[in-house]
């Protein structure tokens, strides 16, 4: 039900006490009381929430999903993900007869790609997934440092499985993208959720609704940054032969100034420092002339055609972490613009 705004005017009771009364439809949507309580809540820009205490159930918190035989793996994955992110509690999965690798597939999804959720029944037709995380567990802050971390070190390994020909590293670095999945989807589930009420918003720790799109924006590149270091572990396990130790030193110095930028944008963003993300996104600006001095002189060198080809991709992935860096100071200055906002509205003062 689409609730319309009203006008109301403000009255004058007792003498001193200014009252409005409250829509009689809305009061009817959320079951209010007489002598039932509710949450006056000031918000940055001055406005009033207004939330009844016993709290609201506005979206339904468990859904049926029905798997058939003619579904795709990736059709499947897509449709849980889905549901999980946009805040289902409980996900039930309905399998029709002969589904049993999709069975075997959708289990795989819930333990590679879905924190905090487990598997909490299961029958020859049925099987269903709870998540159990609360968002005060996990403020959004320290998944998005988390995902920060592991991508990092993925970046670091598969630099190191390159220059080193180390290919179990190789293989190990593909397989941890899997960790910074898990993170991402948490925090855009709990991004969602915070965009629909204050009280969530709350509880992952942020202060402001227009933080919400900045940390979807930071945690999505932080991801794309952990799948271009699975990209160059990739390259790295295609490469057959030795890389020329002078082209793998200025590959590494390559690499090394791209990962200093990435590591100071999550900094700036931590810290919200504009002086820091504005450093960065100068930094960034170096990139493309270091990138066309390296393909010179991987060109002038005899190597062969696969090695060529796949250390573009390792110089393009290389690029592409300083891009999305990029990307992640610019929100750190914007969210540094909004908080100055809010400090200078009156209510702040």
């Given at each position: 039900m689409k609730l319309a705004p009203e006008v109301r005017k403000v009255q004058l009771t007792g003498g001193a006490t200014l009252i409005v009364s409250l829509p009689k439809d809305w009061v009817r949507v959320v079951n209010l009381k007489p002598g039932e309580e509710v949450l006056i809540i000031p918000q940055p820009d001055l406005s009033l929430l207004l939330v009844p205490k016993k709290g609201m159930k506005i979206f339904p918190s468990e859904i049926v999903l029905d798997v058939t035989k003619e579904q795709s793996i990736e059709r499947i994955t897509r449709m849980i993900l889905a549901h999980f992110v946009a805040g289902y509690d409980i996900i039930k999965v309905r399998f029709s007869?002969?589904?049993?690798?999709?069975?075997?597939a959708v289990k795989e999804i819930v333990r590679?790609?879905?924190?905090?959720?487990?598997?909490?029944?299961?029958?020859?037709?049925e099987l269903t997934i709870q998540c159990l995380v609360s968002y005060k567990e996990v403020p959004i802050s320290k998944l998005v440092e988390r995902m920060a971390i592991i991508a990092d070190a993925m970046y670091f390994d598969a630099l190191k499985s390159l220059i080193e020909n180390k290919k179990d590293l190789a293989r190990d670095v593909i397989e941890r993208d899997d960790e910074v999945d898990r993170f991402y989807w948490l925090a855009v589930r709990q991004l969602k959720k915070a965009v629909l009420g204050k009280e969530a918003l709350t509880e992952i720790g942020l202060k402001d609704p227009r933080q919400?799109?900045?940390y979807r924006i930071v945690a999505k590149s932080i991801e794309r940054i952990a799948d271009h270091a699975s990209k160059i572990a990739s390259a790295a396990l295609k490469i057959g032969e030795k890389i020329p130790s002078e082209l793998a030193k200025s590959i590494l110095e390559y690499a090394e100034y791209a990962r200093s930028i990435f590591n100071d944008a999550v900094k700036a963003f931590?810290?919200?420092?504009?002086?820091?993300?504005?450093?960065v996104m100068d930094r960034v600006l170096q990139i493309p002339s270091k990138?066309?001095?390296?393909?010179i002189k991987i060109v002038g060198l005899n190597l062969s055609p696969i090695t060529v080809a796949e250390l573009r991709i390792v110089l393009d992935s290389i690029r592409r972490v300083a891009e999305y860096s990029a990307d992640i100071s610019e929100i750190t200055i914007h969210l540094g613009v909004e908080e100055k906002q809010v400090a200078s509205l009156p209510l702040q003062q």
């Open positions: 007869p002969n589904t049993i690798s999709l069975r075997k590679r790609k879905m924190v905090g959720a487990e598997i909490i029944s299961e029958s020859s037709d919400c799109l900045g931590q810290k919200v420092s504009g002086d820091l993300a504005q450093s990138e066309e001095e390296l393909l």
